[in-house]
């Protein structure tokens, strides 16, 4: 996640909560449950915003519950 979840991370996201995934346009994806806290990395995951890369440097790990077939 970039710097604006930052607070949400720090503050409502917690080991054993879950979540649902949606990617941009609606579309579900997964329902997931973090299984660690928060960490902060720099490491270059090669991702990208719009055609540019772009880090996410606020990350937690996450098991997938439940996975979209489409």
């Given at each position: 996640?970039?710097?604006?979840?930052?607070?949400?991370?720090?503050?409502?996201v917690s080991k054993g909560d879950r979540a649902v995934?949606?990617?941009?346009?609606?579309?579900?994806?997964?329902?997931?449950?973090?299984?660690?806290?928060?960490?902060?990395?720099?490491?270059?995951?090669?991702?990208?915003?719009?055609?540019?890369?772009?880090?996410?440097?606020?990350?937690?790990?996450?098991?997938?519950?439940?996975?979209?077939?489409?």
């Amino acid at each position: 996640m970039d710097f604006r979840y930052f607070i949400t991370l720090r503050d409502f996201v917690s080991k054993g909560d879950r979540a649902v995934v949606y990617v941009h346009g609606g579309k579900f994806v997964s329902i997931i449950e973090f299984i660690d806290k928060y960490f902060y990395s720099e490491e270059d995951l090669g991702w990208t915003k719009g055609k540019s890369k772009y880090l996410y440097p606020y990350r937690i790990k996450f098991k997938i519950l439940f996975e979209s077939k489409n």
